[in-house]
């Protein structure tokens, strides 16, 4: 009855084997001719190419699902939980009869923690008295937890703690430039925009700046009872404690000094302000 449409008495009668679930076969038109004229139906085939097709509808488990069961027995036999597990086969796919449960079950599984290799038997549906058997082998990757930006940063700006999140990579996929902590992050200042999501390289991020490149700053020359100021123009993009180029506004001179706040810089000696100092 899934060949011939009007088989009758004879529909029920088996034929030829099912394929298997999400799999399909074909019949042509010999071979479905010999089988109407087997059981008497009065049926014939308008041309050589005409022909049936039956597909055997499944439920599908996909490499994720999969993947996961073995990490779940991996670590049932003493792996770590911090591991990623990758199938070598990418796009293995388990199909099960649309009537059966589809759950996996991982009847045997080796591991090398040198190679980090395992070789694994899938059998599926689970509990099934005939279910498919298949020898699936992969590998076993470590992850680590690295901070990125929840959303894009621009230049200059100040990263705070809730503009991080961690995620999970694999330590084999990590630079060795990558910021792994959160306090080289926390506090800092992306040098030019960040993507959300994205890992952050340790060039990428500096102290905020605290002197703009070509802005007015008050030099400062502090002793014991004693503060002189002057007026300069910075030379150089400053952040706190890094020492730039400062033009001095009266004099022109261009001096060393350390950045100590916002537009403020220091020098150690008074010979450098300026000659009329406030």
Do not use: C
Request: no cysteine; charged share 30%.
């Amino acid at each position: 009855g899934d060949l011939f449409s009007g088989a009758g008495k004879r529909a029920n009668d088996t034929v030829a084997y099912a394929p298997a679930p999400g799999k399909r076969a074909v019949f042509d038109s010999r071979w479905l001719y010999r089988v109407a004229r087997a059981y008497g139906l009065k049926w014939r085939p308008l041309t050589l190419k005409d022909r049936a097709v039956v597909e055997r509808a499944s439920t599908t488990i996909g490499r994720d699902e999969i993947e996961s069961r073995i990490l779940e027995a991996l670590i049932d036999n003493g792996v770590s939980a911090d591991v990623d597990v990758r199938i070598s086969n990418r796009m293995l796919k388990i199909h099960v009869p649309e009537d059966a449960e589809a759950v996996i079950e991982i009847e045997d599984i080796a591991y090398n923690p040198r190679t980090r290799h395992f070789t694994s038997i899938v059998s599926a549906p689970s509990h099934n008295s005939r279910p498919q058997r298949l020898r699936v082998t992969g590998r076993v990757f470590l992850m680590r937890e690295e901070p990125v930006p929840t959303r894009r940063g621009l230049a200059d700006e100040i990263i705070r703690d809730t503009d991080i999140e961690w995620i999970s990579v694999r330590a084999d996929h990590l630079r060795r430039d990558t910021i792994m902590h959160a306090d080289q992050i926390i506090g800092k200042s992306p040098r030019h925009s960040v993507r959300a999501g994205q890992p952050i390289r340790v060039r990428e991020v500096r102290n905020p700046v605290l002197v703009p490149k070509r802005s007015l700053v008050t030099i400062l020359f502090k002793k014991p009872r004693l503060t002189l100021t002057a007026k300069g123009r910075a030379l150089d993009d400053g952040s706190d404690g890094q020492v730039i180029r400062i033009a001095n506004a009266q004099s022109n001179t261009v001096i060393e000094a350390t950045v100590v706040g916002a537009h403020m810089v220091a020098v150690h000696t008074p010979d450098l302000l300026a000659t009329n100092p406030e």
